[in-house]
């Protein structure tokens, strides 16, 4: 949900969601796709809620911590209680302390960035990242968001998906991120069309961040999400042959190995 109107929807569906705790949530989940400071009235008009609503929730979520206020500004920031909210979801990561050492040296042998994270509705959520020392790639930090059809680690979870819910899945996209579909949607057909020969799924660049990669979806489940893997790279030092032959096949080892310490191949 982004927006009241979306509140409203569900609430028709289920009438026992609790309205004033999502509202709550609405507010916080703005700083994910925005992460500067707001005011009252910005929330108000991206969420579709009143002032007087807004400014009651603010208060609330300042008193537990989840906002910090700024006099000075008089706007608001997310606030420490949300960062210490997420901490027990990271740490509890399936095979995550093994598998560091092991993503950090394809990250160094290929001077790119290997991640692992899980979906959450229309996004990846990345959960840790291991990169080379002295690459060039923005690293993505624990909690960074991209859509599923943008990375590679998305468009591998999707090759997993029964074909009437990756249809499903692929309508909902062009309908909420339109942009985000048409730019993407050449390059999840290709990676869903040869996933199941390949073993990964690519992307060619087409994220709009510049980098090449591949993904891998791993059997290791984190309650009813999959880790899913991601290895990327700039795209001006390395070519598709290479993503094919070099790059994605280290993800697959690295990802098979996961799975086999987890008893699960």
Same mark, same amino acid.
């Given at each position: 949900?982004?927006?009241?109107?979306?509140?409203?929807?569900?609430?028709?569906?289920?009438?026992?969601?609790?309205?004033?705790?999502?509202?709550?949530?609405?507010?916080?989940?703005?700083?994910?796709?925005?992460?500067?400071?707001?005011?009252?009235?910005?929330?108000?008009?991206?969420?579709?809620?009143?002032?007087?609503?807004?400014?009651?929730?603010?208060?609330?979520?300042?008193?537990?911590?989840?906002?910090?206020?700024?006099?000075?500004?008089?706007?608001?920031?997310?606030?420490?209680?949300?960062?210490?909210?997420?901490?027990?979801?990271?740490?509890?990561?399936?095979?995550?302390?093994?598998?560091?050492?092991?993503?950090?040296?394809?990250?160094?042998?290929?001077?790119?960035?290997?991640?692992?994270?899980?979906?959450?509705?229309?996004?990846?959520?990345?959960?840790?990242?291991?990169?080379?020392?002295?690459?060039?790639?923005?690293?993505?930090?624990?909690?960074?968001?991209?859509?599923?059809?943008?990375?590679?680690?998305?468009?591998?979870?999707?090759?997993?998906?029964?074909?009437?819910?990756?249809?499903?899945?692929?309508?909902?996209?062009?309908?909420?991120?339109?942009?985000?579909?048409?730019?993407?949607?050449?390059?999840?057909?290709?990676?869903?069309?040869? +996933? %199941?020969? !390949?073993?990964?799924?690519? =992307?060619?660049?087409?994220? @709009? $961040?510049?980098?090449?990669? *591949?993904?891998?979806?791993?059997?290791?489940? +984190? %309650?009813? !999400?999959?880790?899913?893997? =991601?290895?990327?790279?700039? @795209? $001006?030092?390395?070519?598709? *042959?290479?993503?094919?032959?070099?790059?994605?096949? %280290?993800?697959?080892?690295?990802?098979?190995?996961?799975?086999?310490?987890?008893?699960?191949?």
């Amino acid at each position: 949900m982004k927006h009241s109107d979306d509140l409203r929807r569900v609430r028709d569906e289920d009438p026992y969601i609790a309205g004033t705790l999502a509202k709550g949530l609405l507010i916080l989940q703005t700083f994910v796709g925005d992460p500067r400071a707001h005011a009252n009235s910005e929330f108000a008009a991206k969420l579709g809620l009143s002032r007087p609503t807004v400014s009651r929730l603010c208060r609330t979520l300042l008193t537990m911590g989840f906002l910090d206020h700024d006099e000075r500004l008089d706007r608001y920031f997310i606030g420490p209680a949300a960062v210490a909210l997420c901490y027990p979801y990271v740490i509890n990561t399936p095979m995550l302390a093994l598998l560091r050492p092991a993503m950090q040296q394809l990250a160094d042998r290929v001077e790119g960035a290997v991640s692992v994270g899980v979906t959450s509705d229309l996004d990846v959520v990345y959960l840790e990242t291991c990169a080379h020392e002295g690459g060039t790639l923005k690293r993505p930090g624990v909690g960074a968001v991209r859509g599923i059809v943008e990375t590679a680690m998305g468009r591998a979870w999707l090759a997993q998906l029964p074909a009437g819910e990756r249809q499903d899945f692929l309508a909902r996209v062009k309908h909420e991120r339109p942009d985000e579909h048409a730019r993407c949607l050449e390059g999840v057909r290709e990676s869903v069309a040869h +996933y %199941g020969k !390949r073993g990964f799924a690519i =992307n060619l660049g087409d994220s @709009g $961040f510049g980098v090449l990669a *591949a993904g891998a979806a791993a059997r290791i489940r +984190y %309650g009813p !999400r999959r880790l899913l893997f =991601n290895c990327a790279v700039p @795209g $001006f030092r390395w070519k598709k *042959a290479q993503l094919l032959d070099t790059i994605g096949p %280290g993800l697959m080892q690295l990802v098979e190995a996961a799975d086999r310490q987890s008893g699960l191949r």
